[in-house]
C-alpha cells in the first residue's frame, strides 16, 4: 500500500528523466525562495493535503484522502546552495460520502499511508537543484537519486515550481508499479493578501489502492506554520492515533535512529 502514495511531495527523485541541471530556470534567489516554501526557516512547517480518487477511464470518486507532511529546515547543516529537509508524512482515506476513515476496502485491509521520516537534500548546481533521498529502514532502507527534475517559472508575482515522474519500480511480488505524476508547487509569498501563499497540485496516474485498478488521484495542499491551525479532521486522528506525526523529526540523529 506505501507504494501507492511513494512519492508524494519528493518532488524529484524517481525514475524520472535526467537532464542537464543547468537549464531549469533556479537563481539564487529562486532557490531560496523553493527553500523557504517547502521548508521554512528551522521551524516546523505542516502541509495539508486532500484528495480524491477516481477510478479510470469512468471517473467514478470512490474514496477521499487527507493528510499532512511535517518539515522543518536542518539549519545546522544547510547553506545558501545546499538545503536539508528532515519531514515525515502521512495520510488517511476517507469515505467519499461520510468522510469517515476507512480502514477496509471490501475485506482488504486499508491501512494509513505512514512514513516515519524523510531525508531529502537540495543542491543549486548551475540553474538546476539536485535532490538526494533517503526512507525506509534497515533493508529497505533507500538512497533516491540524484534527480534534477524541478523547473522553477516566474509567473508575475508567483513562482511556479513543476516536477513530472515517470514512475517504473519494481516491487516484491515480482511485478512493476508504473504511473505518472506531476507536482506544481506554487510560491506567492509575493502576493498581496493571500493567506495560505504555498500551494501545491498534485496528480497521479496508475493503481489505485485495495485492488480498484487504475485511476486518477488528484489532491491540493497548502501550508500552514502552526500545528493549532490544521483542520480538526487531522488533528483529531493524530492525536488520537498518530502521534508521532504532531512534529516533523527533531533533527538528523532522529533520523538516523529510525534509519536502523
Known sequence: ?????????????LCAPRVDASDRGFTSEIFKQWVDMRVGEG????????GIAYTFPEG?????????????LETTLSSDSDAHQISRKIFVYR????SAILREWQGKPLPPIAYPYQYITYSLRGKGVVTMVEQGAGARLQRIGP???????QIGNTVAFSAPLFLDLPLPSGVRMQAFEHYDFFNQAAAPDI??????????????PAGLGKGVLHMVSWRVDQYADL??????????????WLEPP????EIRRLQQ
Not at 495560505?196 to 489505485?208: A, T, V
Open 95 to 98: 469515505d467519499i460520502t461520510t
Open 147 to 153: 534527480g534534477t527534475d524541478i523547473t522553477a517559472r
Open 1 to 13: 500500500m506505501r507504494i501507492f502514495i511513494l512519492t508524494l511531495f519528493i518532488a524529484s527523485g
Open 195 to 208: 493567506k495560505h501563499p504555498y500551494q501545491i497540485s498534485w496528480l497521479r496516474f496508475g493503481d489505485l
Open 60 to 72: 467514478q470518486p470512490v474514496m477521499r484522502i487527507e493528510g499532512i507532511d511535517a518539515a522543518r
Open 250 to 253: 527533531r533533527d538528523l540523529a
Open 231 to 244: 483542520p480538526p479532521s487531522i488533528r483529531s486522528y493524530l492525536e488520537s492515533e498518530a502521534r508521532l
Open 43 to 50: 521551524q516546523p512547517v505542516y502541509w495539508y493535503a486532500v
